[in-house]
C-alpha cells in the first residue's frame, strides 16, 4: 500500500515500539548460529531420505491378500 513498516517491530511508519533493537539484536544472534550450523553441515555426509524397511511386506496390506484370496475361492 505505500506504508512502510519495520521489520523488527509492529510499527508502521514513524511509530515504533521500543522493541526494535532487541528483535534486530535476537534476530542477528540467530542469523550468526544458523549461518554457523550451515558450515558444519558441510563436511558431514548427508542421511539418506528414503526410509529403511525391514520384515515382511505391509502387515495391513499383507491381510487384505488373504482375504481376497479366502473370498476368490
Known sequence: ???PCCSFCPGIGDYHSGECATDKEKQEAFLARKKKLNENKQGTPSKPTKPTR????GGLREIERTILK???N
Do not use: D, F, L
Open 1 to 3: 500500500m505505500g506504508v
Open 54 to 57: 525391514r520384515g515382511k511386506h
Open 70 to 72: 479366502e473370498n476368490m
